[in-house]
Structures are given as C-alpha cells and as structure tokens.
C-alpha cells in the first residue's frame, strides 16, 4: 500500500487534462491555432489538452490569469506579440514580460490584412486612403481592445492614412468579423488565420497584406509595401508561457511536446491554409526569451511616436 501511494506520487507530468488559456474570443486568429495546437501536443503529453478562452482588455485578463495560475504545468498560455506590448500600453498590465512567466517557445508567425465590410465603398488602398479623409468621423475601425493584434495594426494603418477613425474594441477579432460580415462596422486589420476564409469566399473585401511579400495562399492581395507604404510590416508571432516557477522537467516536456506539435502534418497543413508559418527552429525557450527582449522597446518606441499614452 504505502509503496504503491509513494509511487503514484511522483507520477510523469501530464497526470490529467491541461488548460491553454487563450486570451481572446473563442472562433478568433489565436484559437485558430491554439486549438490545432492542442489537437497536436495531445500524442505527446498523453493529456488532452483544453482550451479556455479568456478575453478582454487586449488579451492582459487572460495573460494575468496564466502568470498568477499554479505552476504546475496543468495552466498554459498561447498569446501573440501582444504580450510584449501591454507594458507600455498600460500602467497595470498584471504581469511582466520578463518575470512572471517561463518560455515554452515560438509557435508561428501571421501576416495580417485589411479587410473592410462588403460593401464598403473603396475598392483598393488608394481609394480606401481617399474615402477615409473624405468620410473622417464616419468610419469606423474593429480591434479586439488595446494592445491586441488588430490594435497594433489599426494604429499603424491610422498613421499610415493620416486620420483618425472611430475604433470600436471587441473581446476578440472573432465577434468583430461577426460584425465586420453584419455590416455593422466598416473596416478591421486582422490576422490572416481569421480572415482568409471570409475573403476567399468574397463575403469581405480585402485592400492589402502587412507583410513585405505577397502571401501564398493569398496571391492577389498587394502588400501594404508595395501599395505605396513603404516600410509598413507587422507579421504576428505567437508563443507559449507557463507561470513563473513551474519546475524545469515540466517546462521541458512542454518544448518537446511543442516541438512534436508544431512537426505535426495536420498541424502544418492547416497553418498553411491559413497564411501562417511554423516557426519550428524558435520552438524553444531561448528563442522566445529573445523575441521578448527585442520586442517589448521596439513598441514601446512605436507607441511613443504615436503619441499614445498608458491607460
Ligand atoms: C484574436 O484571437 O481575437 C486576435 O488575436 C485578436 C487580436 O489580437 O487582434
């Protein structure tokens, strides 16, 4: 009996279902590849894994409820570039980039699009730089809060046109195509992992991609570059954390499960649908603790040029 119970004790991690927070709405560009994700750990862990989807606020309430989970493996987070911005967007983020959690790795790396309601008016960049100086007030911009993705974009698409829109936050891109489709809101900038569906069955229109070269599966959408903005490049990096503290054994069966996922043929299939690309040799801690480092004052420099202050 005791022998027995002092074995069980220190059974292998994953003794039973994970948690992968997702920090936006359920059906959005992150849960997109989270729940991919999840399907594809799943051989490795032995565990399946269980997305929660956690939005608000630009993807901080989901992130902080990660850094302040147990760190026992059985919490992890999947969030984008945002992660490094919400230091200098706000003055209480809940959590520190570089102290309240431990690196997994990279994931994949998503161009973006700008994707208006389908009728909106303009019909390529230049008229859509056109109408907006000519409709001021009345546009209006979806974003899924302040220092989301499509935050990121919609202020450099602003600085770009040269106005200023009427932006409208959602708890994720998801429930804003909702509406973007509804024709309740005229233009969004979103990730291609939640738009090229929706424009390849025409019921969006879409002007041009944020990345500096043309997007396979999209190969008639011009870049913003080549639109006349040069220079505009913003691409999507996704990673994944556990809480601070969580022993090393477990972090390490993460990466190597990360790294099984991310080897997955189903896995890369469907990110290649979906415009991504798999970042499989910055699946690991080091990599991640790099991408963090260079990030958070390359926006923190963004934003300040901007003109936009912490709230
Ligand atoms: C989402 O999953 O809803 C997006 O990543 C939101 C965003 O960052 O724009």
Redesign the pocket.
């Known amino acids: 009996g005791a022998l027995f119970a002092a074995g069980a004790a220190h059974a292998e991690y994953p003794e039973r279902p994970i948690n992968m927070v997702?920090?936006?709405?359920a059906g959005?560009?992150?849960?997109?590849?989270a729940r991919s994700l999840a399907e594809a750990m799943r051989p490795s862990l032995g565990q399946t894994v269980v997305v929660e989807n956690k939005?608000g606020a630009?993807?901080t309430i989901g992130t902080t409820q990660v850094a302040r989970a147990q760190p026992d493996g059985y919490s992890i987070l999947l969030m984008?570039?945002?992660f490094s911005t919400a230091p200098s967007l706000y003055k209480n983020p809940g959590y520190d980039p570089f102290t309240s959690f431990e690196p997994v790795g990279l994931v994949v790396d998503v161009p973006m699009t700008i994707v208006a309601r389908s009728d909106f008016p303009p019909n390529t960049i230049a008229e859509l730089a056109d109408y907006v100086k000519k409709n001021k007030d009345k546009v209006s911009l979806a974003?899924?809060?302040i220092?989301?993705?499509?935050?990121?974009?919609g202020t450099m698409l602003v600085e770009a046109l040269g106005v200023q829109l009427l932006t409208i936050p959602?708890?994720?891109?998801?429930?804003?195509m909702n509406d973007l489709l509804g024709k309740q809101v005229d233009l969004m900038?979103?990730?291609t992992?939640?738009t090229t569906q929706q424009i390849e069955g025409g019921k969006v229109k879409a002007y041009a991609v944020t990345s500096l070269k043309r997007v396979p599966t999209l190969p008639k959408l011009p870049t913003m570059d080549e639109s006349g903005y040069k220079g505009f490049e913003v691409g999507?990096w996704h990673g994944m954390w556990v809480p601070k503290g969580t022993p090393k054994p477990v972090v390490d069966k993460l990466v190597k499960s990360l790294q099984a996922g991310l080897a997955d043929p189903k896995f890369q299939e469907r990110m290649k649908q979906l415009g991504a690309t798999v970042l499989t040799s910055e699946a690991n801690p080091d990599a991640l603790t790099a991408k963090v480092k260079q990030q958070v004052p390359q926006w923190a420099e963004l934003f300040k040029k901007a003109g936009i202050e912490k709230q």
């Open positions: 997702v920090p936006f709405a959005g560009p992150t849960d997109n590849v939005g630009g993807g984008h570039a945002g974003n899924a809060g220092g989301a993705a499509s935050h990121l974009c959602y708890k994720g891109t998801a429930p804003a900038c979103d990730q992992t939640n999507i």
